[in-house]
């Protein structure tokens, strides 16, 4: 309980030492930190570079289980959830009272909510930001492998045979995050996501554009109104089961929800953060719609019911290679970026805590400069509770990514256990407590019908995605691990 109790008054430790840092060559927010310069684009950014990512790539198989209508219904309705409980969260970040602001989602859970609710947000939110840390791993690996396994198959056709392992790719991806969580806090990712967000919509645009060309030039495969048929190989359990995984995928499409406060932290004072983040949330999600119908759509078109896991590296596409390569390089670029943006929660939470209880120590609060030149800002400093702390997550994380493959059940998984609370139940409490809410009136029984249907889809895919999860390990052998 020290860690919950703390980890408010902790942060503002961690920001006093960021203001020592640079008192006098900054300005200072109204909270004593350092001058906040985000936007709506930048803020945009952040939300696409979180959303945008390995969710994007199962779509056209989620579409497959599911079909043209409820397919793209459900496309629809999770991002109208998505887009209407987020507003909620926005209206929260300062108090409507005191101007206090609340820099973390957990902060306005325990402002509002009381101390219950406070731990379950943080075993919810560090339980799905976690998952996602292994499932960006994975994915990575996924991809790179993809790029070597695209070269082999161009030189020596495609029947050739191409094993690879993904092992040195888990491992070397997590040498690079080692390095890049370095990167003291989110004011410091501005440009990390700018960047992966566009490699997102370069991967995103290569796809389509792919699974276009193959639709345009008559090879489209059968699709159907409701997605793969029970028979030849696939009984009514599995169809059952895969329909329910697909829930899970496209719910961890929309997933930015344990990131969104601390996206909004990072906005400047005027105009109101609220008013800037829920522009900033409508072009995001309105923009990652648009990428999800396109590429769920025209994905499923291509490849019908058919479709693999992983639209660019299921290896329905083989020419023109280079392209394909190139698909995949984004793929690696935008995850190492999106790694950071979701494991920045995660290493601020711990350090807040260390730091509130040990303030004195060298250790924990002491930054060693690296670097020259007369303007402090200019240099790059070393902490090493931030060193060891972060660098022992990234090989945690690296080690169960070695150990759990399995790319569409993970991602399934990650949206069942995350998206319902974190994303609908918690904000929907929030706004019924704020505004005071009369039960049983006709806003309070439509917020609880989005709450109900939501929760039942949560259930389903979280069998879902347990159930794949239980017939893969049935065949996996760690030592085998190639693709």
């Not at 997933?255 to 953060?273: C, G, M, N, R, W």
């Not at 931030?386 to 690296?398: G, K, N």
Request: net charge positive; charged share 15%; with cysteine.
């Amino acid at each position: 309980m020290r860690f919950v109790d703390e980890s408010i008054q902790i942060e503002a430790c961690e920001s006093a030492l960021e203001v020592q840092k640079i008192a006098g060559t900054a300005e200072l927010d109204d909270d004593g930190k350092p001058r906040r310069t985000g936007n709506v684009w930048t803020a945009s950014a952040h939300i696409i570079t979180t959303v945008v990512g390995s969710g994007v790539l199962s779509l056209a198989w989620g579409m497959a289980q599911l079909g043209w209508i409820a397919g793209v219904a459900t496309l629809l309705v999770f991002s109208g959830i998505t887009l209407y409980t987020s507003s909620f969260l926005a209206d929260c970040y300062r108090s409507p009272v005191t101007g206090k602001r609340n820099y973390t989602y957990k902060e306005i859970i325990k402002n509002n909510l009381g101390g219950t609710m406070y731990v379950a947000c943080i075993v919810a939110q560090y339980a799905l930001l976690c998952g996602a840390v292994v499932g960006y791993t994975i994915t990575t690996s996924i991809s790179m492998v993809a790029i070597k396994k695209s070269n082999c198959f161009h030189k020596r056709g495609h029947e050739a045979s191409s094993s690879v392992s993904y092992n040195p790719y888990v491992i070397g991806m997590g040498i690079l995050e080692i390095f890049l969580s370095q990167i003291p806090n989110f004011h410091k990712l501005s440009m990390l996501s700018v960047v992966a967000a566009v490699m997102s919509f370069g991967y995103s645009s290569i796809g389509v554009g792919l699974a276009l060309a193959k639709v345009i030039s008559g090879k489209g495969e059968k699709t159907t109104l409701t997605g793969v048929e029970v028979g030849k190989g696939i009984s009514a359990a599995d169809k059952t089961w895969r329909t329910f995984r697909a829930f899970g995928d496209i719910a961890f499409a929309y997933a930015y929800s344990p990131v969104f406060v601390e996206i909004q932290d990072t906005l400047k004072a005027s105009p109101p953060e609220n008013e800037v983040m829920k522009r900033a949330n409508i072009v995001a999600v309105a923009t990652t719609t648009t990428f999800y119908l396109m590429c769920g759509c025209l994905g499923y078109a291509a490849f019908g019911n058919n479709a693999a896991g992983n639209m660019l590296t299921g290896f329905g596409f083989y020419e023109p290679f280079w392209l394909v390569d190139l698909a995949n390089a984004c793929i690696v670029l935008h995850l190492v970026g999106a790694y950071q943006v979701i494991s920045q929660p995660i290493f601020s939470a711990v350090e807040s805590c260390v730091i509130g209880r040990w303030p004195k120590s060298d250790f924990v609060t002491k930054e060693y400069g690296i670097g020259s030149g007369k303007n402090s800002q200019c240099k790059c400093s070393i902490n090493l509770l931030r060193l060891v702390w972060r660098s022992s997550f990234v090989m945690l994380a690296t080690f169960l990514a070695m150990m759990m493959p399995f790319f569409n059940d993970v991602l399934a998984l990650l949206g069942a256990i995350g998206y319902w609370p974190l994303g609908v139940y918690f904000p929907i409490q929030i706004h019924i407590v704020k505004s005071k809410m009369r039960t049983k009136t006709w806003s309070w029984l439509g917020l609880q019908l989005i709450n109900s249907v939501c929760f039942v889809v949560a259930v389903a895919a979280a069998c879902g995605s347990i159930q794949g999860i239980n017939k893969s390990l049935k065949k996996y052998k760690p030592s085998e691990v190639k693709g």
